[in-house]
C-alpha cells in the first residue's frame, strides 16, 4: 500500500522565492502552480523526491512548521480510510492536485501530521 517517499512539504511566506533559491542550489528546474485562489505552490525535484513549498497558513501550516511527508500509495481513498480506522484524524484533503494526482493530510495518533499521494 505505500510504496515510497514521494514528497516532502514545507511551509514558506513566499514559495516561489523558496523554491527559486533551491533550484539554484541544486541545478533542477522549478515547477510553479497558481491555485483558485491565486496561492502559489513551488516544487523542485531531487532523487525523484518532489520538496514543495506551500503557502503559510498562520491556522494550519505556519512558516517554519514541520515539513509533512508524503507517502505514495496505490489509492487515496483506500489508503486514507485504513489510516482513519488505525487511529488517524483527518486534517485536510482529499484534493485533486493535477489530473490523475491526488492528496490528502492525516494526524497520526502522536500529533503527526503525514500525507498521502496517489491517484
Not at 79 to 103: D, K, Q, V
Amino acid at each position: 500500500m505505500f510504496n515510497s517517499v514521494r514528497t516532502v512539504m514545507t511551509f514558506a511566506a513566499d514559495p516561489s522565492a523558496s523554491a527559486r533559491w533551491w533550484s539554484e542550489l541544486l541545478g533542477v528546474p522549478v515547477k510553479l502552480d497558481v491555485g483558485d485562489t491565486g496561492a502559489v505552490y513551488a516544487w523542485v525535484e531531487i532523487g525523484g523526491v518532489e520538496v514543495g513549498f506551500h503557502p503559510v497558513d498562520d491556522e494550519r501550516n505556519p512558516r517554519g512548521g514541520s515539513p509533512v511527508v508524503y507517502w505514495g500509495v496505490d489509492e487515496v481513498d483506500r489508503a486514507r480510510e485504513r489510516l482513519l480506522a488505525a487511529g488517524c484524524e483527518h486534517h485536510r484533503g482529499p484534493l485533486t492536485i493535477e489530473p490523475g494526482r491526488r492528496i490528502a493530510q492525516l494526524r497520526d495518533p502522536f500529533g503527526t501530521i503525514v500525507g498521502i499521494e496517489g491517484p
